[in-house]
């Protein structure tokens, strides 16, 4: 389907991240054995999971914690390697072209974890620089980004100074400093008030219409209701239901939904 | 510069500002070498000058009250001085937890930098934090041994301690950096610096000569790298001071001081000289540095 956004026209068919029966498992300390009721020394995070995102949409991750949510867009973005299965991120393997992936993607925290001295001018143009953003175009994305979400007037107060919503929108403008195809978040607006939930759940229907391809976690029905073009719901580690939000919901709401598919793997009424 | 070669600049600058802008943490980086000048100026000082000129008057000589508090004067700041080259990079390897403890190692990583540059920045913020400060204390040394009145040092003095400080101190960052690399928690590296910043003193003989100490820890202190550190600090900045003793009162006497004072070690029956300080410090350095770069190879294995 042909999409005509501000930012110009865009196949929304286009596949852009591919995930293959990706699996991961974890080793446990005694500790967390305790924690979980399991005298089992591994944990399968990740099961086989396989799921497609597409150009100018956005993909939601539902599932409860421990789900394997977090550890699926680990790898998507490389901080882990999958034991089995691949991932493929433009085209690029996780696996064999992990560079290339992270030129491809932002991957975003809910919040920003840097010092308090730095200036979000200072941020913004050391990740660029990280990046590999040349100078003049990294100044232009500076200024057309700053002026759009209102960091410009605020560029060179310090982080510590900022308020909680103006130091979010600095995060997520630092996190497309590179103009990446595939923006990454994981639980976007976990621990947020309502006004920074806002700025960040505006932040991502905004990408999408730049066309961007948005990946996100949560486990928050309504954020799903609101956001997500598709969704994948996921329970211990493997996709329960995978589709377009009118496919998987039939009518339901997403909530209903998901409790129905919780209920027929787990067999345990919530 | 390559990708990889301007992202290790970059990582290396910022993790040095970040160093030292947090000024209570430079502060605390130097308390071990300002300890060992407080003690000396309360009571250290006086203890040793008069002891010392208590076993020149024994040995039958009068006066070298100036030659004795020369020599005094260069021993604790030839200590405070080794102190500040293990103390101040083990204080700026705290932005490598801070950084572990909060989550931003993640958010350097997804960079499309090769994942050798993130520990590589850590190790050169290190050893650029240890140079630049331990710069700064030497120079105080100078003007405080100028001041006093008793610069008896060379040339060849000055570059020797320009030398040691080098040499110290990227043997002391390799070393902390891969020591460090296995710490996750602020509180426990807050433990390590809090127990190294109180006893590094002592084991170096800055706070007293090491011969004062039992043989046991004597024999220990010689499988310590900053005892080296300290024995050619020791040696470029005493040396002056102890040719001054040797001319004008006794030579037996500045030749047992030598030993005292650990200008020269006995290790094991072989005496350790300024070459094999040198040599020792060197290895130290080059083989901590490949068990970082063994260990970041393994990290990176590990996480694949």
Redesign the interface.
């Known amino acids: 389907m042909q999409t005509e956004t501000p930012f110009g026209d865009f196949t929304q068919s286009e596949e852009v991240v591919r995930a293959e029966d990706l699996r991961k498992t974890f080793t446990l300390s005694r500790k967390q054995q305790r924690l979980e009721h399991t005298s089992f020394p591994r944990k399968v995070a990740v099961d086989g999971l396989s799921f497609s995102a597409y150009r100018g949409e956005i993909y939601g991750l539902l599932g409860p914690n421990g789900a394997g949510k977090t550890t699926t867009l680990r790898m998507l ?5 999958p034991d089995s299965g691949d991932a493929f991120v433009c085209g690029h393997s996780v696996r064999r072209a992990p ?2 992936v ?2 491809a ?1 932002g ?1 975003m ?1 809910s919040e920003l ?3 308090g ?1 730095f200036t979000p001018s200072y941020l913004f143009d ?2 660029g ?4 953003v040349e100078k003049g175009v990294l100044a232009a994305r500076k200024e057309e980004l700053f002026a759009r979400f209102g960091i410009d007037r605020f560029a060179e107060v310090k982080v510590k100074d900022l308020s909680t919503g103006m130091l979010q929108k600095v995060s997520l403008v630092i996190s497309i400093v590179h103009d990446p195809a595939v923006v990454i978040f994981d639980e976007p607006t976990n621990g947020l008030d309502v006004l920074t939930a806002k700025v960040v759940t505006d932040f991502l229907a905004e990408l999408k219409n730049m066309g961007k391809s948005i990946l996100l976690s949560t486990h928050i029905f309504s954020l799903v209701e609101k956001l997500c073009d598709r969704v994948g719901i996921i329970i211990d580690g493997k996709m329960a239901a995978d589709g377009t939000l009118a496919d998987i919901c039939g009518g339901m709401s997403i909530e209903e939904r998901f409790f129905e598919v919780y209920r027929s793997i787990k067999g345990e009424t919530v | 510069m390559s ?1 990889n070669g ?2 290790l600049r ?2 290396t600058r ?1 993790n040095l500002k ?1 160093f030292l ?1 947090d000024k209570a943490n430079v502060f605390f980086s130097l308390l071990a070498p300002l300890i060992v000048l407080a003690l000396y100026v309360l009571f250290l000082g006086r203890i040793q000058e008069d002891g010392l000129l208590a076993a020149l008057e024994g040995m039958g000589e009068t006066g070298g009250a100036e030659e004795i508090s020369a020599f005094c004067d260069s021993w604790m700041l030839a200590g405070s001085m080794s102190c500040a080259c293990i103390t101040v990079p083990l204080c700026a390897c705290g932005t490598m937890i801070q950084d572990k403890a ?3 190692c ?9 994942k050798w540059v993130t520990p590589a920045a850590y190790f050169l913020s290190v050893v650029a934090a240890g140079l630049a400060i331990g710069a700064i204390v030497l120079g105080v040394c100078f003007v405080w041994l100028a001041a006093s009145g008793i610069w008896l040092l060379s040339i060849s003095d000055v570059f020797g301690c320009i030398g040691a400080l080098l040499l110290s101190v990227v043997a002391s960052s390799a070393l902390l950096v891969f020591v460090v690399g296995f710490f996750r928690s602020q509180g426990a590296f807050t433990a390590l610096n809090i127990i190294l910043g109180t006893v590094v003193g002592f084991l170096i003989g800055a706070y007293m000569p090491i011969s004062y100490f039992p043989d046991a820890i004597q024999k220990l202190t010689f499988f310590i790298p900053g005892s080296y550190t300290a024995g050619l600090f020791r040696n470029f900045m005493m040396r002056g001071a102890l040719d001054g003793i040797a001319e004008r009162l006794s030579p037996v006497f500045a030749e047992s001081l030598k030993e005292e004072f650990s200008l020269t070690f006995d290790f094991f029956g072989a005496e350790v000289g300024i070459p094999a300080m040198f040599v020792v410090l060197a290895c130290t350095a080059g083989l901590f540095a490949g068990l970082n770069v063994l260990t970041a190879f393994l990290r990176g294995r590990a ?2």
């Open positions: 973005s490389t901080l882990i390697s560079h290339k992270r030129d993607i991957f925290t974890k840097l010092e001295f050391f990740f620089a990280m990046h590999g | 990708g301007y992202a970059l990582l910022r970040i802008k909060r989550g931003i993640a958010d350097l990583l997804i960079s499309p930098v090769s996480k694949s």
